[in-house]
């Protein structure tokens, strides 16, 4: 009898098998299912397999193996068919027919057959893998963004997340980490998470998916979140190096949510996230979310997306703050002061400031102050009025700059300035990573012939450290320590005298700011500081107001 390749059977297992939805645990199910009636069709005794699929993609994946008999219609066994198929990855197929008698037209079928299945089998593993890759990292094995959302939203809308919580995780330093310890060392450190966790969490409802980098967003019972949190806070690591292994600590900074009953996946996302901004923004690096954080997380995206255009259409307006000297109250000075003006309402410079230094954002806003600044130099000096020194704020994010120095020097030089009439003021409180960077673009401005001033001296803890290694010309004593030592005991007094003493005898000028009373002028004339900066004398000033003062010298004389 002519053996058909294409038996009924064949076509009913090939149709079944070309199914979009299938997956890789659906192969020996199918093959189990219809098997039997295409044996019976090969008049076949009995039909066997073993089978091995290895995770294609490493973390992703859990593979395949197995073997056992598809069809035993109990007759004789005098011949054996075998096929097996191998893949480059190790994987392999092998299929084995009995047969009462030898026949090699029902062998050249069967190995038909088997090489279809092979095929067949093939296709439905690397749809398989596609299907794993939509949805989980291939790094560490844990879910992505997508397979996070195709897991926890149905859960969520059916109530099924009721005493869970959220969790927003970022590891700290961690691009600091890759740069000094090896970008494998760096992946060692996330598969790690992704294995402690799990550990931590079993079988208990835990679930965490990397969002990219080093942040990921994870899921578990509430009563769990305190060993989580130890976890986190005690995680050391052994890393390979060239000169041999070591531990480390690694830091975590976290935003925490609990799941009410009617949170949904939204809300699991957004609340922790908004959290994490919230420990970004120093609040801590363990924040639990409250209610005020949504607000605040939405102020920052409308800051982030307005600005640019606010730049464009020169939203941004400079203010000028006078810098008095108070032995023949005269104008020796001005600091340049950014304020946001929109539809007529100025938005305070905290409600947007520190957003731009967190985002990367505000060396865009500090050059916009550069060369506003320098075209009003060129207006007063082309208007015949003298101008005085105007100070530049400088964010320590602006440090990460390329050419920094040489770009302000450029914007200054395109309207024809002085280089002296210009001062940068750069603040104190620098990490001990950023300090090299601060001294060389101090070096460098001063190179261009820039004066240089350190803001909000006597905040920080390393003020004798900045007087002997930065080569300041000024120093501004910060409002706070003038406030504590002028409103305070003698000794105080007198450490504030000494400070200024010490300061005059390295040749470096000192001023001092947020001044309020006649008292603070007095005392500081007395003690050798003696150009001020504050309400006392005045406000930071818009242009207009500001060209008063300025075109007359003996402004603050007459007014006493």
């Known amino acids: 009898m002519k053996k058909q390749i294409m038996s009924e059977s064949l076509k009913k297992l090939i149709c079944a098998m070309s199914a979009p939805e299938n997956c890789r645990e659906d192969v020996m199910r199918l093959l189990a299912e ?32 197995g ?10 066994r005098a011949v054996e068919y075998k096929s097996r198929f191998e893949t480059r990855n190790g994987g392999y197929l092998e299929l084995i027919g009995t047969s009462a008698a030898e026949d090699p037209e029902q062998e050249d079928t069967f190995k038909t057959v088997c090489g279809l299945t092979f095929s067949l089998c093939g296709k439905i593993n690397s749809v398989s893998d596609l299907l794993m890759l939509s949805v989980t990292d291939s790094l560490t094995g844990a879910m992505n963004m997508n397979g996070f959302r195709k897991t926890l939203a149905p859960q969520a809308g059916r109530g099924l997340l009721r005493g869970h919580a959220s969790v927003f995780l970022n590891i700290k330093n961690f691009k600091y980490i890759n740069q000094k310890t090896g970008m494998v060392n760096g992946d060692m450190i996330l598969k790690e998470l992704v294995v402690r966790f799990r550990e931590l969490c079993g079988d208990n409802e835990g679930y965490i998916a990397r969002l990219g980098a080093d942040n990921f967003v994870l899921a578990l019972k509430k009563e769990q979140v305190p060993e989580l949190t130890a976890m986190l806070r005690s995680f050391r690591v052994e890393l390979k190096g060239a000169e041999g292994d070591a531990e480390i600590k690694v830091y975590f900074r976290c935003g925490l949510y609990y799941m009410t009953d009617e949170s949904t996946f939204e809300d699991l996302m957004n609340c922790c996230t908004c959290a994490y901004a919230a420990a970004r923004g120093g609040k801590g690096d363990f924040v639990r979310y409250e209610p005020y954080m949504t607000e605040d997380e939405h102020h920052t995206k409308k800051v982030l997306v307005t600005f640019p255009e606010a730049i464009k259409s020169r939203e941004f307006q400079v203010y000028y703050q006078p810098k008095v ?15 946001w003006v929109k539809d007529g309402r100025i938005i305070p410079p905290m409600d947007f400031i520190p957003i731009l230094e967190r985002f990367g954002n505000i060396s865009h806003l500090d050059l916009y102050v550069v060369e506003t600044v320098a075209r009003d130099l060129r207006e007063w000096l082309d208007k015949g009025i003298t101008p005085v020194r105007t100070s530049l704020n400088i964010s320590r994010r602006d440090l990460a700059i390329t050419n920094l120095a040489n770009k302000i020097s450029e914007i200054v030089d395109k ?74 005991s003698s000794e105080d007094r007198i450490i504030l005298k000494h ?14 700011e947020g001044i309020e009373t006649s008292d603070q002028v007095g005392f500081l004339n007395g003690i050798g500081c003696d150009v001020v900066q504050g309400y006392y004398y005045d406000k930071p000033l818009p242009r207009a107001e500001f060209d008063e003062r300025l075109a007359d010298p003996e402004w603050y004389a007459k007014r006493g």
């Open 67 to 76: 073997s056992g008999v598809m069809f035993d219609n109990g007759g004789s």
């Open 325 to 339: 000297r108070c032995s023949d109250k005269k104008m020796v000075g001005a600091e340049a002061l950014c304020r």
């Open 34 to 65: 219809y098997t039997p009636a295409i044996a019976e069709d090969l008049e076949l005794t009995s039909m066997s397999y073993e089978v091995s699929v290895p995770a294609t993609f490493g973390a992703v994946g859990s593979g395949m193996k």
């Open 499 to 512: 400070v200024v003493h010490m300061v005059n005898e390295l040749d470096i000028d000192v001023i001092a």
């Open 415 to 488: 309207y024809e300035i002085p280089h002296e009439l210009i001062e940068i003021e750069l603040t104190e409180t620098y990490t001990t990573e950023e300090f090299p960077m601060l001294l060389r673009l101090i070096n460098e401005l001063k190179g261009f012939g820039f004066r240089i001033s350190i803001d909000d001296f006597g905040s920080g803890y390393s003020t004798l450290t900045m007087l002997k290694s930065i080569r300041a010309d000024i120093i501004k004593l910060d409002r706070a320590f003038i406030k504590d030592m002028t409103e305070s």
